[in-house]
């Protein structure tokens, strides 16, 4: 059960567009449907932000999107906004009723 | 609206037992399966259990297996966490999580805001 590989960290300046990448094995990401994204504020509970791959829970701006091919998972902030500075994690079922997340990414807003 | 308040953290000695609660309200309770998630100071986020909506089906990370037992009670809408032989590295906020959808995961849609367990002599 080792964490999905994220990089720690991702930067980008107001009106950009970041891409935070998730990668996993054909054990998990490669196998599943069911990679989700989270993001966190200090101090806060983390926030559904993408399930299922691709979908966007009420609520979530569209400036945020996710994709994945074969063994890697990627969410796409578009249009940064300072207030999207946080930790994000991916999460992905793994089976045999286990569940794996990432490490985490630090985004900074310039 | 969608609650979940966990309590049962403390303090504890390596070696010892604790046992937390997830108290849910807002939604069907025995619809849905739910997870216990945890956050060691500074660090990311761990999965630790799962269990399904009628507890037919559990899950265990790897570093819990064997020391913590997961559980609900569906007429008293809530969820627990027994943990035994407690270690230091078990140190972290733990976070009581909802399934959104059907299934056992598909993924979390509401967290409660976590009860922190320390594990320290």
């Known amino acids: 059960q080792s964490a999905l590989t994220q990089p720690a960290s991702v930067s980008g300046s107001p009106g950009q567009s970041i891409t935070i990448s998730c990668t996993g094995t054909?054990?998990?990401?490669?196998?599943?449907?069911?990679v989700s994204w989270y993001q966190q504020h200090p101090g806060k509970a983390p926030k559904l932000m993408i399930y299922?791959?691709?979908k966007r829970p009420s609520g979530v701006s569209s400036r945020f999107s996710g994709s994945k091919s074969g063994n890697t998972a990627s969410l796409t902030i578009s249009g940064l906004q300072a207030e999207d500075e946080a930790d994000y994690y991916c999460?992905?079922?793994?089976?045999?009723?286990?569940?794996?997340f990432g490490g985490g990414t630090k985004l900074t807003v310039l | 609206e969608v609650q979940l308040v966990e309590s049962g953290g403390g303090l504890v000695q390596p070696g010892r037992s604790l046992r937390l609660s997830c108290a849910a309200s807002?939604?069907?309770?025995?619809?849905?399966?739910m997870h216990w998630v945890r956050q060691a100071p500074g660090e990311g986020l761990e999965w630790v259990s799962g269990?399904?909506?009628?507890?037919?089906?559990?899950g265990y990370a790897d570093s819990v297996k064997g020391r913590f037992a997961i559980s609900r009670d569906n007429a008293k809408k809530s969820l627990y966490l027994q943990m035994n032989s407690l270690r230091p590295e078990d140190t972290a906020l733990y976070y009581c999580?909802?399934?959104?959808?059907?299934?056992?995961?598909?993924?979390?849609?509401?967290w409660g805001q976590g009860t922190l367990v320390t594990v320290s002599s």
């Open positions: 299922e791959g691709t």
């Open positions: 807002g939604f069907t309770f025995d619809d849905y399966a």
């Open positions: 269990i399904s909506w009628n507890s037919g089906g559990v």
């Open positions: 054909s054990s998990d990401v490669g196998s599943y449907n069911l």
């Open positions: 999580a909802k399934v959104g959808g059907n299934g056992y995961v598909d993924h979390f849609d509401y």
């Open positions: 999460c992905s079922y793994a089976g045999s009723s286990t569940v794996i």
